[in-house]
């Protein structure tokens, strides 16, 4: 069975800085793998995906997340984070043509200013 | 525009009163399922349906029972619901082919006294 590790519960950074939220995930077949962000009182909304092809995924609102087959790693980055930013973000594997999509615990991040 | 709708987005309850939270979406997918969110735990799901009148056990599928009459509406039912069923619950759909991502409701925070 997958399962997803997200390293961080809580990373708090200063506007502008550069931020990673980290992702890990256990599979012994090939996965696709999604970040989501769920903004305060809101649903989730997809960041990025990776189904194939290139490692390196762009997303919405400047992330990007690097999927690294042999860490098994799939870090979520943003070069500038900005106040709007602030939101817990969830890391998601599904496993081949299975429906069972799987989270990890989150990441909450925030941003001051 | 391409939605998920559940209703309520809130709702305070008693212990043993049945309640049912409805989710319903527009967009023709045969995939629906529900989660619940809990701090720590990320998201957990609790029942899916691959397609009308086929319905499965998630990982935390005990205290609810789902039906799936017709293709949008995925309602879930809480016979009688308990202070431990206190959560955020979201209902998800997706086209169902094992590589798209799921688009979630915004959500239903439920509290059972």
């Known amino acids: 069975a997958q399962s997803v590790t997200q390293l961080d519960s809580q990373v708090p950074v200063f506007e502008e800085a550069p931020v990673e939220l980290r992702c890990n995930y256990s599979?012994?077949?090939?996965?696709?793998l999604f970040w989501y962000v769920q903004y305060p009182n809101q649903g989730l909304q997809l960041l990025l995906k990776?189904?194939?092809?290139?490692?390196l995924v762009k997303g919405i609102n400047g992330f990007e997340a690097e999927f690294n087959k042999s860490q098994t790693s799939f870090h979520l980055r943003k070069p500038s984070v900005h106040i709007s930013d602030t939101a817990e973000y969830f890391c998601?594997?599904?496993?081949?043509?299975?429906?069972?999509?799987?989270f990890g615990a989150g990441t909450r991040l925030t941003v001051k200013p | 525009e391409a939605q998920v709708t559940q209703n309520p987005r809130y709702l305070i309850t008693v212990t043993g009163k049945k309640l049912t939270v409805t989710c319903s979406q527009n967009?023709?997918?045969?995939?629906m399922s529900w989660y619940r969110q809990d701090p720590g735990l990320g998201l957990r799901q609790i029942y899916y349906?691959?397609?009308?009148?086929?319905?499965d056990k998630g990982d935390v599928p005990e205290g609810y029972k789902v039906s799936r009459k017709e293709k949008r509406n995925f309602p879930l039912i809480l016979e009688s619901p308990s202070p431990n069923q206190t959560s955020l619950y979201f209902c998800?759909?997706?086209f169902g082919t094992g590589n798209t991502e799921a688009f979630f409701g915004q959500g239903t925070r439920l509290t059972v006294v």
């Open positions: 998800a759909s997706s």
């Open positions: 599979s012994s077949v090939s996965v696709y």
């Open positions: 990776y189904l194939s092809g290139s490692t």
């Open positions: 998601a594997v599904l496993v081949g043509n299975n429906n069972d999509m799987r």
């Open positions: 967009m023709n997918h045969e995939y």
């Open positions: 349906s691959m397609n009308v009148e086929v319905t």
